[in-house]
């Protein structure tokens, strides 16, 4: 079945369709093929047919399962199915004699197709077509195309019945169909809203909206990821607490727009800053949480030291932008909470020493200290 019908999903959608269609046609030709004993049927006019059928049909498999049918506006070929096969219920009408009506059933399957796929513009064109093409197989009929071959069984009112019957039903099922193209569509433009619904959710959960940087949430799995990839043989990481010096003071005398406004400068400016891996995101208020992968407490905060540099730049109608910043180092086997408790504690010793200030967490210098002492002991 892969062979046949491809493992690609919508790709195999399509050639199962056109699978049922063959069932169809073979059903219909042995049907055919057996009135050939009966009398009804002449072996060159069903031959004719079948290769018409054949052709026309191989066509549009090999067409659907190359994928060459992808670059069309149709990539089911539908119309091109059920045009092809209107015709071939046509000229079944033509030379199956006295069981010409039968010929006619086909047509309530072929227009079942169009209703998953085609618009209903496009549905009723190809009823249209259907009504015309049968008017004028009636009319070669009447006008004595075929008459001769069955004589005994010719009759203008078994035509003119045929007609109106199909003239009836036909438009009412492409009707059916059209309403159902509706509905589909209408469902498709729903999926798309709901999976932009649940996109923009998505994005509000994890994304603070008013800086546009990860929101408090978002950090924690990253922290936890970091400590994943730790665990597994990755590299490992430091995190800084940033605090807005005197960030009160601009909100109370200038207004929690101005205050937002800083917020939303300083992620700007730190953000443009930032290694790719690195990760900032806003922690709460005006504290932020910077995440640095692959560096020791003395790389960290050069970073974060350039980022004072660049908020300096900043005018925050009181001044320039000044924050005191807290650095720690990841313990292997410790909670990440922990580690960032410990750059809390940092940042503020950073404010008691004067603002505007960096302070790593002592114990994560010892630790550094003693990591480069063991390694010099082993050169």
Request: aromatic share 8%; net charge neutral; with cysteine.
């Amino acid at each position: 079945m892969d062979v046949l019908v491809s493992t690609d999903l919508r790709r195999r959608i399509r050639l199962l369709q056109w699978l049922v269609g063959s069932v169809v046609y073979i059903g219909a030709g042995l049907l055919m093929y057996s009135g050939i004993a009966d009398g009804w049927m002449h072996a060159s006019d069903l031959a004719a047919w079948s290769v018409f059928v054949a052709v026309s049909h191989l066509a549009a498999y090999f067409a659907l399962r190359s994928g060459w049918s992808e670059r069309l506006a149709d990539p089911a070929l539908t119309q091109w199915q059920i045009a092809t096969g209107v015709i071939a219920v046509d000229w079944g009408y033509l030379i199956c004699g006295p069981m010409r009506t039968v010929a006619l059933f086909p047509l309530l399957l072929i227009f079942a197709f169009g209703a998953f796929s085609l618009h209903w513009r496009r549905i009723l064109a190809l009823t249209a077509f259907a009504v015309l093409t049968l008017a004028l197989t009636v009319a070669a009929r009447e006008a004595g195309m075929v008459q001769r071959q069955w004589p005994q069984f010719e009759s203008l009112p078994i035509d003119r019945g045929n007609f109106l019957m199909v003239l009836v039903l036909l438009p009412a099922l492409s009707f059916i169909a059209a309403r159902l193209s509706v509905l589909r569509s209408t469902l498709h433009r729903q999926k798309r809203a709901l999976a932009q619904a649940l996109a923009e959710v998505q994005r509000l959960a994890t994304c603070d909206e008013l800086t546009g940087l990860p929101n408090r949430r978002s950090m924690m799995e990253r922290l936890a990821q970091a400590q994943a990839d730790m665990r597994d043989g990755g590299a490992g990481f430091c995190v800084a607490v940033i605090d807005l010096d005197d960030f009160k003071q601009v909100n109370d005398r200038l207004g929690h727009a101005q205050g937002d406004e800083l917020l939303r400068a300083f992620a700007r400016e730190a953000s443009g800053l930032l290694r790719g891996s690195d990760q900032l995101g806003r922690w709460g208020g005006e504290e932020f949480l910077l995440l640095l992968h692959g560096v020791e407490p003395g790389d960290a905060r050069r970073v974060v030291e350039r980022l004072q540099q660049q908020a300096a730049t900043v005018d925050a109608a009181t001044g320039p932008l000044r924050f005191s910043a807290g650095l720690a180092r990841y313990r292997p086997g410790e909670n990440v909470l922990d580690t960032v408790a410990r750059a809390d504690q940092a940042m503020y010793a950073a404010k008691r020493a004067g603002r505007n200030a960096v302070r790593i967490d002592p114990s994560a210098t010892l630790v550094s200290e003693a990591l480069a002492s063991i390694s010099d002991s082993e050169r």
